[in-house]
């Protein structure tokens, strides 16, 4: 069965300190691999998604995701976070059959506290 | 673009008693539409996948007899939680997913639920 990873559950930063977010995955075929943000008292938002093409895909906020297929990763990085970074980030992945499928598979989650 | 909206926000009911929760893309037409559970402290888990015009997909060991899913148009899907006990309390998330944004998924805001 497919799963996902997130190896930190609670991860506190000082403001301007440098993020990095484990993400792993287990499935041998083509997967879509996102990272989705949520604010407290907010909905999920999507941060970034990587479907094909350049392994280091952008997001919004400055976020950005690198791709190792060799090491079923995909980790979530900001240079220098903020204090309007604190919020709680899901890795998932939807793995492909053939043609499109649409079940996404997440992690348990990252809680990320910056602190000022 | 790209709004899912989920009513109630919130809602206490008694144990025994059915409740009906909405998901309903506001800007967008979606055919598929996916409702999760999320434990506290715990990831999505998926419980369904709701497709317009026919039954739903429900994921093993999710009752279908229980979580009746209901997708009568290209904007709405309902979720009902019937003879609702306690240990159905949890926070209760849709998705939807819309048409020409391969594999993407916008997320409602949520719908919480304590059964008392």
């Known amino acids: 069965a497919q799963s996902v990873s997130q190896h930190n559950h609670h991860v506190i930063l000082s403001e301007a300190a440098s993020l990095e977010l484990g993400c792993n995955y287990s499935?041998?075929?083509?997967?879509?691999l996102f990272w989705y943000v949520q604010y407290p008292g907010q909905h999920l938002q999507l941060l970034l998604k990587?479907?094909?093409?350049?392994?280091l895909v952008k997001g919004i906020k400055g976020f950005e995701a690198e791709f190792i297929k060799s090491k079923f990763s995909f980790n979530l990085r900001k240079p220098s976070v903020q204090w309007s970074d604190t919020a709680e980030y899901f890795c998932?992945?939807?793995?492909?059959?053939?043609?499109?499928?649409?079940?996404?598979?997440f992690g348990t989650g990252t809680l990320l506290a910056v602190q000022p | 673009g790209a709004v899912v909206s989920q009513h109630p926000s919130r809602v206490i009911c008694k144990s025994g008693t059915s409740v009906k929760i909405e998901c309903r893309s506001l800007?967008?037409?979606?055919?598929?539409m996916f409702w999760y559970r999320q434990f506290p402290k715990q990831s999505l888990m998926l419980m369904a996948t709701?497709?317009?015009?026919?039954?739903?997909?429900?994921e093993q060991g999710v009752e279908k007899d229980k979580f009746l899913i209901n997708h009568a148009s290209l904007t709405l899907s309902t979720l009902t939680v019937t003879s609702a006990h306690p240990e159905d309390s949890s926070f209760y998330i849709c998705?939807?997913?819309?048409?020409?944004?391969?594999?993407?998924?916008?997320f409602g805001p949520g719908t919480r639920l304590t059964v008392l």
């Open positions: 998932a992945v939807n793995a492909r059959y053939g043609g499109a499928t649409n079940k996404l598979i």
């Open positions: 990587y479907f094909s093409g350049d392994p």
């Open positions: 800007d967008f037409q979606a055919t598929t």
């Open positions: 499935y041998g075929g083509t997967v879509n």
């Open positions: 998705s939807a997913r819309r048409e020409g944004f391969y594999n993407e998924q916008f």
């Open positions: 709701s497709n317009e015009g026919s039954k739903a997909t429900y």
